[in-house]
């Protein structure tokens, strides 16, 4: 069978490996992926062998069919812990079984619907207060608004933006974690992690019972520059008493509210008859809130720049919001959003808010006929998937007809991947690709947005693929 070194190796980009480089490198080796022709490549971390499936066929063995051999890698757990604990999207085992159990019914279409009038109204509110003439950021703007909708969607309340105290707080965690993603402490404090756990199962008695406790320990980011840094961590404080407070304030009121955080509370595990304990709920609602607002921000934003230089397209979103007359706009008839779903879809295959999903193999495993040995660093590219020429032919090309039914069938499954695929799938898909259609739809039946035809913007790699500078455009009236 053949083994990692015999794979192709995909050129160095930056000091230590395939990570710890600048956006711009992270960019230049997904695309280095997306050329690559066979199903398998390999990197290096420091000098850790880094596994990459390059074809559809493959990332869908390490996410879907093979997806019991690997877990989440742990860089990201390390990373988020200060903000959002042992939420669904950084637990593993059996915490995360049994949460994905627990909130999946909270994610079906039918109780996501319940939010379709919430996203209008925010969009609305937003469409409202801009101003014909003015130059504003659309990044900036549809941050705002996805912080609104889920704001108002996990906690009601209202006014959500970065002026809001805990809007602040959670601003602060989010810039910490983008500042130290490609911060080599990571790999440290990671091998940290395994060398305690190693020490811990290898040892007795006192040494054991230490090398337990530093293990515990290192799951607070302690090694990782400025995770001692006072603002941080008042900011991480704020953020327990608001939840908290929110927490007490829904059961004094009898859980009668119709928000997600109220939902988590009523939760019942079928099989153990519990609810979950205020602190997982805590980190349920931050999770939530973090993973369901940048990654809909981003690709809103793409989205309306990618409409914005294409005058043809453009007309037909513009046609398909104008449909709706004096109408709401709202996602009960999709039908009727079926072209801005389209370019919602195609926005994300050009700019995958989640670039790559990095996991760890639990065991050896073979991927597409290679020997993957346990503890193998697995990146799955969203990016690299969407961008090969072989599936996506002049892949560079904004078209959203690329996502007429007909045209999607002949894909492979795993050709795209903005949401991930496989049991740790994003919960959220229906609520993103609602919140989607509905917010450009709203804002655009009402404005034209100008974007400097001259100017290219670029991907910039953080926490989500991002535009670099923000999407600059002149606001002008429609009706
Ligand atoms: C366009 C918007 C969105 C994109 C592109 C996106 C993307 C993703 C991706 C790629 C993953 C899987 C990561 C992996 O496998 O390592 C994920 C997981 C997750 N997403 Fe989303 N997401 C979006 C919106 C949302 C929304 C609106 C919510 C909630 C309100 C949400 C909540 C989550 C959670 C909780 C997970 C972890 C699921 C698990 O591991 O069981 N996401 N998301």
């Known amino acids: 069978m053949q083994q990692l070194r015999d794979l192709p190796r995909l050129p160095n980009y930056g000091l230590s490996g395939s990570f710890g480089a600048s956006a711009a490198d992270r960019i230049a080796l997904q695309t280095a992926v997306s050329r690559v022709t066979g199903h398998l490549a390999r990197g290096r971390v420091l000098h850790f062998p880094v596994l990459f499936p390059c074809s559809p066929e493959a990332a869908h063995e390490v996410l879907v069919t093979k997806a019991k051999s690997f877990e989440k890698a742990p860089g990201f757990r390390v990373l988020l812990h200060t903000l959002a604990g042992q939420g669904l999207f950084t637990s593993e085992g059996s915490l995360w079984r049994r949460q994905r159990k627990l909130m999946s019914p909270l994610f079906q279409p039918a109780p996501i619907h319940h939010y379709a009038e919430c996203m209008r109204l925010v969009a609305i509110r937003a469409a409202n ?165 940048e990654t809909t921000a981003t690709a809103l934003a793409w989205s309306f720049y990618l409409l914005a230089r294409d005058p043809a397209a453009m007309a037909r979103a513009q046609a398909e919001a104008d449909a709706f007359g004096d109408a709401p706009i709202t996602s009960w008839q999709p039908e009727r959003l079926a072209y801005l779903t389209r370019v919602f879809r195609e926005a994300m295959r050009l700019y995958p808010p989640l670039v790559m999903f990095a996991r760890r193999s639990l065991e050896d495993v073979e991927i597409a006929g290679t020997h993957v040995p346990a503890r193998t660093i697995t990146i799955v590219s969203a990016y690299a998937q969407h961008h090969r020429a072989r599936t996506y032919p002049d892949p560079q090309r904004f078209d959203p007809d690329r996502w007429l039914p007909e045209r999607e069938a002949e894909r492979h499954k795993s050709a795209y991947l903005p949401f991930g695929a496989g049991p740790r799938v994003c919960i959220g898909i229906h609520f993103a690709m609602m919140e989607g259609p509905i917010v450009l739809a709203t804002l655009l039946r009402r404005h034209r947005f100008e974007v400097d035809p001259r100017r290219t913007i670029d991907p910039d790699d953080f926490a989500t693929l991002r535009p670099k500078g923000g999407v600059p455009a002149v606001v002008r009236a429609r009706v």
């Open 129 to 293: 207060a801009m101003t014909p003439g003015t130059t504003l950021d659309l990044a900036h703007e549809t941050m705002r608004i996805a912080m609104s909708v889920v704001g108002k969607a996990l906690f009601d309340v209202d006014t959500f933006d970065e002026a809001d105290a805990l809007g602040g707080a959670l601003t602060t965690c989010l810039r910490w974690v983008d500042r130290n993603l490609a911060s080599p402490a990571v790999a440290l404090h990671v091998l940290m992690l395994d060398l305690t756990e190693a020490a811990a199962e290898r040892t007795t008695g006192r040494a054991k019972s230490l090398a337990q406790r530093l293990h515990e320990r290192a799951a607070a980011p302690f090694l990782l520059p400025g995770a001692r840094d006072p603002e941080l961590l008042a900011a991480a404080r704020l953020l327990d008493e608001r939840m908290q407070a929110m927490i007490d304030e829904r059961r004094a009121s009898d859980l009668s509210r119709n928000d997600l955080m109220t939902r988590l509370l009523t939760a019942l595990d079928a099989d153990t008859g519990e609810h979950m304990s205020d602190r997982q709920v805590r980190d349920e609602a931050i999770t939530l809130f973090v993973a369901g607002h």
